[in-house]
């Protein structure tokens, strides 16, 4: 028996004490989403053609290195999106194309929900073409979206609305060396009445952690250094932190349910196979797979109501 000084010890060490519970709750991942098709977008930049004039004047001399960056990052989040459909979905189809494709295979694929990828990049270097076309699609599709993290950034400015640093500085004047969110940090949610957190007023549900049904916290991965100013209009916000207010929108309005999150929520299954004791990610990023699956219940819902 460990005596109560030792047990203090280690509460002390744990990442995240809760109610000074020195354990997190395992639980198998069921596959409760019976079928889907969905359309996956990687909103990075591949080819010279995404680039915007700027961009090419900027980059000039370094624009292969830095797309062959993009490409690598977004081949990871895409593929982390992937992952979660495929683990949480038993009749899974999914298709990834990039945002300048959006329109012709929403057309061809006909999918019941969207998922947008991260970006990298602040959007005026992007084609001021693909920008107008996507801010175009996303004010009249009725498919159901989940925007991630930069995606949730071109969402809310296809709106309206304006992105500024962490540190509320315009992007032109700080390109690099910006304040960030990284890591798993807490956010709290706003509107605990969303369908989306389903379960949450619930003391005895098994759904959300104890620190969700008592407190209205969510612990997600974060890794950006932009965020929206404010909300757009038609959406209303859901999750907010201290350095970043917009963490989560919804809009339900017009026919259209649109999700937007600037955490990465897609990062539940990432490196499942390489941890040998597939513990420590798959709690940790809990409350991410939770919203996602979530998510697609909603969306399969609309898609066919």
């Known amino acids: 028996m460990l005596d109560a000084g030792v047990k203090q010890d280690l509460l002390e060490e744990l990442p995240f004490p809760y109610n000074g519970r020195a354990f997190c709750r395992y639980e198998p991942i069921e596959k409760r989403v019976e079928h889907a098709r969905i ?64 329109t012709e295979a929403t057309h061809d694929f006909r999918p019941d929900a969207i ?78 009445s969303d369908p989306i957190f389903e379960g949450i007023q619930d003391q005895t549900s098994g759904v959300w952690q104890d620190y969700t049904k008592e407190d209205d916290i969510l612990r997600v991965w974060q890794n950006h250094g932009v965020q929206v100013d404010g909300v757009p209009d038609g959406f209303k916000l859901l999750a907010t932190s201290y350095l970043c207010k917009n963490q989560m929108m919804v809009k339900r309005a017009d026919g259209q349910l649109i999700y937007c999150v600037q955490f990465h929520l897609e990062k539940s299954f990432e490196d499942w196979s390489k941890n040998p004791t597939r513990w420590e990610h798959p709690n940790e990023s809990r409350d991410g797979r939770v919203l996602f699956e979530n998510f697609l219940q909603l969306a399969i819902a609309h898609a066919h109501n």
């Open 39 to 102: 359309l996956i977008v990687n909103s990075l930049l591949r080819y010279e053609s995404d680039m915007s004039e700027l961009a090419r004047a900027d980059w000039n001399g370094s624009t292969e290195s830095r797309l062959r960056f993009e490409n690598k990052v977004s081949g990871m989040a895409c593929n982390n999106i992937a992952q979660n459909v495929i683990r949480l979905v038993r009749q899974p189809k999914t298709l990834t194309v990039h945002l300048s494709e959006l």
């Open 115 to 192: 998922v947008m990828s991260g970006t990298y990049s602040d959007f005026d270097y992007y084609n001021p073409a693909h920008l107008a076309r996507f801010a175009e699609f996303i004010k009249g599709t009725k498919i159901p979206v989940l925007a991630i993290c930069g995606s949730h950034q071109l969402v809310a400015q296809s709106f309206g609305s304006h992105l500024v640093t962490l540190d509320d500085k315009e992007l032109s004047e700080k390109r690099s060396d910006r304040v960030v969110e990284y890591q798993y940090k807490l956010v709290k949610i706003t509107d605990t």
